[in-house]
């Protein structure tokens, strides 16, 4: 079971997402590596929005590879290198989210593996069994 919550002590969430997330009971976690904006060709668009999306669709590809969906998703944790426009990155992310609101932490960072990646996109998801 998963409960949601947003205690009432602590500000509202300046985003869409869950100050915390309680998982009980039987259940199966999904542990996801940094998911890039790498498409399954191989190609890296240039532009960081579009790598989000790739990377967003690369989660989604292995929650359903496990069995499980975005609502599954517990915790998100965006890697972002460089100047992004954060109302693209929203949009882009809310689509996908489709007013699902994990526990989300989204860092700036100086680099990422390669120089021609501007995002990576680390996910936990949990699904009762």
């Not at 869409?16 to 399954?40: C, F, P």
């Not at 890296?44 to 929005?49: A, E």
């Not at 990155?89 to 699902?100: A, C, D, L």
Request: charged share 25%; hydrophobic share 40%.
């Amino acid at each position: 079971m998963k409960e949601f919550r947003n205690p009432n002590n602590i500000h509202s969430p300046v985003a869409a997402y869950t100050h915390q997330i309680e998982v009980s009971g039987k259940n199966r976690w999904l542990v996801l590596s940094g998911q890039l904006g790498k498409d399954e060709n191989g190609i890296v668009p240039s532009d960081p929005i579009k790598q989000i999306e790739i990377a967003m669709d690369n989660i989604i590809k292995n929650l359903h590879a496990a069995n499980m969906n975005v609502k599954d998703l517990v915790k998100v944790v965006f890697y972002l290198v460089g100047d992004i426009d954060s109302l693209r990155r929203r949009e882009v992310i809310s689509k996908v989210f489709n007013g699902h609101e994990p526990c989300m932490t989204m860092l700036y960072v100086a680099s990422l593996g390669d120089p021609v990646f501007k995002v990576e996109i680390d996910a936990w998801a949990c699904s009762d069994i």
